[in-house]
């Protein structure tokens, strides 16, 4: 019994991060209609821009927030405006191959930035736990993680929900003609959605580096986690992303390390093949 | 509902099915069979007499491979509108299986390449009951999560010894010529199967089904066996593809055989060569080899980098690739799958 | 007459190489109720998008207020006070009714009136404050086209094109929208109003266009235009 309740705390932690790995792609999917594939290598330049600066500037690495996520933000909306806004006129499909020139790009480039070595954001609690009645324990490190991602999320939430930027990003995923018979610049839109996504990108790429190491390589894995989260959670639903994070961190935790990514993908699959529009979607 | 286009403005300059009234010009007449019968005869000759030494007849049959992975998957893409990210699957069931067949059951490689194939046709027709319920980009993510999910499993695998993969054992070991000339072949059959392909019932129904999908019903083809079709003779040719080229490297682990890195290389050849044409594909290997071959100078991995760039600089500016664009630019088509376009 | 709030010359409009508009030209005097009448497919549904700018014209101008607007996307459009509420509501079927609303009040302008203009637009539909916190999908037709008529509202235009707003709804719903109508046009708003329905359209309107493929083939104080010219140039006879 106790070694199922702690499984569950544990997969619970971890589908906290997963689902924040989803939520800036569920976004891209659900209102630029486009499939990211460079999600991951976000994912992993927000590990190594919180890594690299919480040692150079000798501060913890949640700090560096303050720095990557404005500048995760700015280059989303540059990226969306300059070169995918472009390429999408051609169709979805050159718009999903640039994504994916890009995640390569990207990927080599990182590592020949910052070599293949394994890297990992230290915090001075890594190690520390807190005990709970009946043998359960619960790792600070993963806490924190936990805290940080549902704060990300219940943030991305009200601002979606309660302004009128948010209204706009809402709109144009339902009816992009409408949305501009609204006043919305479509093209705005899709910058700003973009930008957020990356810096959504830039906070689950602390939470990689704090929980886990990471190489310029990585990224693959977490796209692949990611878009799980996206097709089960359905496109464009932040709870849906919750939820599917929750499963997602369930099944990793039940099937170990040998088995917990066949698993998911496994998962994957079926979900793809059953109900692509995911648990959440209409 | 009219179509719109993604930022919601009703598209004024959509692609029209009834244009195109400018005389095209289809290069696969007879001239156009002589040269290319020449050709492969040169290169039969040339490589069967060793007149090429053993590095260009690596560069060539690498050329071959690529071409053939290429056409195959601009076969997929280009014309029935399947975009795979994910043909790595059957490359690395094919090189798995060659080096199982040579390695531990110690037979000859040919038995590797019938055992690629044959698992690699039953795995397509298992997945495409998946995969064909799905559309546009959750097809194409689907394809790299199975191929992912195989990669994780041959990990794992102890039969397969796991991550740190196998040394394929054919006895006697095959020279570079022979590789050269079943790489050959190989490209040839399959540049042939997709010509006929393309050019019959099925082909049209295909391409009809890519371009507008209420017309191609209206053409009468069955287009779930069609695609079934294509899908199945893809993974075949991937699969032997992929066979020959593990025979030549000697080696295959998980994260080779089953990587991403594959369908990057592919990617890239039928972009640049120009998606949806015959040409495409086969000029695209050719400049990828030599692209490869060249950045691999470089000192630290500029490869991708650059391919990636090229990738994208391409799909931005010459969108038809090089081969449709010269194709658009001087109205003519090198062996049209069109059979009636010269009316 | 005063000068025109909106004045259409020669616009022509296609999709791809068809050409849905070929030669649009009609004028709207401020104040009134103009309606634009034809059968299926004679191109009003499109000269309205193109003229508030979801759809590209190929040729012709179109001035609204004295201003060249053609060519203008719908988002700079919408911000001069000209407003389109789009064939099939096309209401944000994933967003409360609210929401919907408060959308209308994205344009800089509106945004400080927005709590009053949700008033008044409560007022006018009282059945949308009562179900302002549902997903606007789960509504009716007719109050679906309540919703998209004061998302409109709330950016408080000059003048707003109603394209077939009775289509698919009953009659009584009809009548109560076309009420609306009527006392927002007393506020002092432009309307122009598409119908397939000629009748109606005749009966409300104060002046009237025709068109048949494509064209304006007939122009006039609604009054004075007789059944038989109408009919004739509805149908090309």
């Known amino acids: ?282 | 509902m009219k179509k719109l286009d993604i930022f919601g403005r009703k598209n004024a300059n959509t692609k029209s099915i009834t244009s195109g009234l400018k005389q095209v010009r289809v290069l696969d007449g007879m001239p156009m069979l002589i040269a290319c019968i020449v050709i492969v005869a040169a290169l039969y000759v040339l490589g069967a007499a060793g007149v090429l030494n053993s590095n260009t007849q690596r560069y060539l049959l690498k050329i071959f491979l690529y071409c053939t992975l290429g056409s195959m998957w601009n076969l997929m893409s280009g014309y029935t509108g399947m975009t795979s990210l994910g043909q790595q699957t059957f490359i690395g069931l094919a090189g798995y299986s060659l080096t199982v067949m040579t390695a531990t059951y110690a037979m000859s490689y040919w038995v590797g390449f019938l055992a690629g194939t044959v698992i690699s046709a039953i795995v397509s027709l298992i997945l495409a009951i998946i995969l064909f319920r799905m559309r546009g980009m959750y097809f194409a993510v689907a394809t790299w999560v199975i191929a992912e999910a195989l990669r994780t499993f041959f990990t794992s695998w102890k039969f397969v010894r796991q991550g740190a993969g196998m040394t394929v054992a054919a006895r006697p070991y095959p020279s570079t010529t022979t590789i050269y000339l079943i790489a050959l072949t190989l490209c040839i059959i399959a540049l042939v199967v997709i010509y006929f392909l393309l050019k019959s019932k099925v082909g049209l129904g295909l391409t009809a089904m890519r371009d507008d999908a209420d017309a191609a019903s209206s053409v009468g083809v069955d287009i779930f066996k069609s695609k079934l079709l294509v899908f199945v003779i893809c993974a075949i040719f991937t699969a032997l593809a992929g066979g020959v080229f593990y025979l030549n490297k000697g080696s295959i682990y998980p994260a080779g055989g089953f990587g991403i890195s594959w369908t990057v290389s592919i990617v890239f050849i039928v972009i640049i060569g120009g998606i949806g044409t015959m040409a495409g594909p086969v000029l695209g290997s050719i400049i990828y080899v030599i692209l490869e071959e060249q950045l691999a100078k470089l000192p630290g991995g500029w490869t991708n980098i650059v391919l990636g760039l090229i990738a994208i600089l391409v799909i931005l500016f010459l969108p038809d690739g090089i081969v449709g664009t010269l194709q658009k630019k001087f109205n003519f088509e090198i062996l049209s799958q069109k059979r009636f376009s010269k009316e | 007459m005063s000068e025109p709030i909106l004045k259409v010359e020669g616009l022509q409009a296609k999709y791809g190489d068809f050409l849905a508009v070929e030669s649009a030209t009609l004028d709207v005097p401020k104040g009134k109720i103009v309606s634009v009448i034809g059968s299926n497919g004679a191109g009003k549904s499109t000269l309205m998008d193109t003229i508030a700018g979801i759809h590209k014209p190929s040729a012709g101008k179109v001035y609204f207020k004295g201003e060249d607007i053609t060519g203008m996307p719908a988002e700079k459009i919408v911000l001069r006070g000209l407003s389109l509420v789009p064939q099939g509501s096309r209401c944000f079927v994933r967003m409360s009714v609210e929401d919907n609303l408060i959308m209308g009040s994205y344009p800089k302008h509106a945004r400080a009136k927005m709590k009053e203009s949700l008033d008044h637009v409560y007022q006018l539909f009282p059945v949308l404050k009562e179900k302002r916190h549902l997903l606007s999908g789960s509504l009716s037709g007719g109050q679906r086209q309540m919703v998209a008529i004061g998302r409109v509202l709330m950016a408080d235009p000059e003048l707003i094109l109603f394209d077939e707003i009775s289509l698919g709804l009953a009659p009584t719903i009809i009548k109560d929208i076309y009420a609306r109508i009527k006392e927002i046009n007393a506020g002092g708003t432009t309307v122009v109003l598409v119908e397939q329905d000629t009748n109606r359209a005749i009966r409300t309107s104060e002046i009237a266009h025709v068109m048949l493929k494509g064209r304006v083939v007939l122009s006039g104080p609604s009054k004075e235009l007789g059944e038989e010219e109408i009919k004739k140039a509805y149908f090309g006879l």
Request: charge should be positive.
């Open chain 1, 1 to 282: 019994m106790t070694t199922v309740i702690q499984m569950l705390i544990n997969g619970i932690l971890l589908g906290s991060v997963y689902a924040l790995l989803g939520v800036g792609m569920t976004m891209i999917f659900g209102i630029v209609k486009l499939t990211n594939l460079a999600h991951g290598e976000f994912i992993i330049i927000g590990a190594f821009g919180s890594t690299l600066l919480a040692q150079a500037l000798g501060v913890d690495p949640i700090l560096t927030l303050v720095i990557t996520v404005p500048m995760m933000f700015i280059a989303g909306v540059l990226l969306q405006t300059v070169l995918i806004n472009r390429v999408m006129l051609q169709g979805s499909e050159p718009a999903l191959l640039v994504t994916f020139g890009l995640s390569i790009i990207l990927k080599d480039a990182m590592l020949l930035l910052f070599t293949a070595d394994a890297r990992h954001a230290n915090v001075p609690y890594s190690t520390a736990t807190i005990r709970l009645p009946a043998g359960l324990h619960i790792a600070v490190l993963d806490l924190v993680v936990f805290a940080i991602s549902l704060a990300t999320i219940l943030i991305l939430t009200l601002f979606l929900r309660h302004t009128y930027m948010g209204r706009a990003i809402r709109a144009t995923s339902d009816d992009t003609a409408a949305a501009s018979l609204m006043g919305v610049s479509v093209r705005r839109t899709y910058g700003i959605a973009m930008g957020i996504a990356m810096a959504t990108a830039a906070v689950a790429g602390l939470g990689v580096g704090m929980r886990w190491t990471f190489y310029p390589s990585s990224g693959g894995d977490y796209l692949l986690i990611a878009f799980g989260v996206v097709v089960i959670g359905g496109m464009g639903s932040i709870p849906g992303t919750l939820v599917a994070g929750l499963i997602f961190g369930l099944a990793q935790v039940i099937g170990g390390a040998n088995y917990g990514m066949l698993i998911s993908y496994i998962l994957l699959i079926l979900m793809l093949a059953v109900r692509p529009q995911g648990l959440f979607s209409k």
